[in-house]
């Protein structure tokens, strides 16, 4: 079994900046990726990004891509996604999840492991 705890989230003012975490823990901790996903007020949860966890490959949702940057360390079983000039569009419960898949990454149900969110909220 795999845990997942995200932190970081938070109130943040547009254009603003905000760092999540998540740490992986449990014996059975041995992914191919690690991804975040949001689900924003009355949506369905949407892909964020993911990292290939050895090559340290990325990549990204287009409504993210350039503002946000996801990155891991491997020693430390986390994954952290650093959110800049935040929009309020950006405002949603963020998630992390982990999978031993080695294909579309960025779909939900290849996730298997899967935290239990933090907020993040953008105002205006």
């Known amino acids: 079994q795999v845990q997942l705890v995200e932190s970081g989230g938070g109130l943040v003012q547009a254009g603003g900046s905000l760092r999540l975490s998540c740490v992986a823990s449990?014996?059975?901790?041995?992914?191919?990726?690690m991804a975040w996903f949001r689900r924003a007020p009355g949506k369905e949860r949407d892909f964020v990004a993911w990292i290939h966890w050895r090559a340290d490959s990325t990549f990204y949702a287009d409504s993210v891509k350039g503002r946000f940057t996801i990155s891991s360390d491997n020693a430390k079983s986390t994954v952290y996604l650093q959110m800049n000039s935040l929009k309020p569009e950006d405002t949603a419960v963020y998630y992390c999840?982990?999978?031993?898949?080695?294909?579309?990454?960025?779909?939900?149900?290849?996730?298997?492991?899967w935290g239990q969110g933090t907020q993040v909220t953008v105002s205006s």
């Open positions: 999840a982990t999978t031993e898949a080695r294909l579309n990454w960025g779909l939900e149900k290849t996730y298997n492991y």
């Open positions: 449990g014996r059975a901790f041995s992914p191919y990726a």
